[in-house]
């Protein structure tokens, strides 16, 4: 057998077993699942160009409890889920943290968010990674009126968790980071409420922060929305509709919605402007109400800087003084 014979039947064999993975991965689910946006998926993208970076690691210490698996809704039988992470042995209200994973609203886990999530709760917060609806089973808003769901379980459940319900922070990455401020953005609102679910507790946020999410899709600085023959971008898979409809794109963007009720804001950057596009449209809005904002661009850096040592631990430390700002809390 010659070896480009067997190289040949390999590259079929590995096409093979990926069909049977992703065949299987959407059988044993009731709803369709892109698994293309993974940390090892980003590891391999970018070590090629920053051949230095490790993936940060989601080591659980012992002064941490975790509670896996957690259903805040469901949907006639779709289970939504939560993981909450605590300092052990704390039983007074503790500020809270709910990460909102990237993905491009189509794909990705809040298991990459654990790094983050375990990192705080040793800090002494107890944080949260919520699973929302992606595109591929519901567009938008269903994300949305998810992750604001979360929160007011959160609420519902504070004593249990030991969450002080008046200092709740939100941060989202990439696509999380968009969600992530446009939930801030409509503090105050009925936007995106699901009222059926915890009606008298509220899904407002006391703050945010935003890793490389858009505050604008139609904006001049935005890489959204642009569609390629036979491929479109994952925001027009998400909306259902591309930029020649732009009413569903403006509503989902945060600086539509700045007001007086808009939290504390802390935005971190790679150094691609398209995907912090709106912010410093948003901040200028911001400074002219008396908000708080800030600003910290971590420079050569890829998108997804945030999942990967040596800018993991950069990250961590401007959300830390962030949040210790803006709770007053050590």
Known sequence: MTRNLMRDLLFILLALILKIAVCFSQTTSSFPVDTSFTLNSAYRKEVRNY???QPAKAEIPSSVTVKENLVYADYQGRELHIDIYSPANRNEPRPAILFVHGGGWRS????????????????????ATVE???SMEVQYPAAVIDVKTAIRWLRKNAAELHINPDKIAIEGSSSGGQLAALIGSTNGSSLFVDSTRYPEF????????DIDGVLAFIHPESGE????PGKPSSATLWFGFSKEKPDLWNEASALSHAGKTFPPVLFINSQYPRFHAGRDDLIARLDSLGIYSEVHTIPDTPHTFWLFDPWFSQTVNFIDQFLKKQFGYE
């Open 51 to 53: 051949p230095f970076i």
């Open 108 to 127: 990705g886990n809040r298991s990459m968010d654990a790094p983050m999530a375990a990192y705080f709760a040793e800090k002494g917060y107890v944080t």
């Open 132 to 134: 929302y609806r992606l």
């Open 202 to 209: 509220s899904s407002d946020v006391q703050a945010l922060i």
């Open 225 to 228: 929305g642009v569609d390629q």
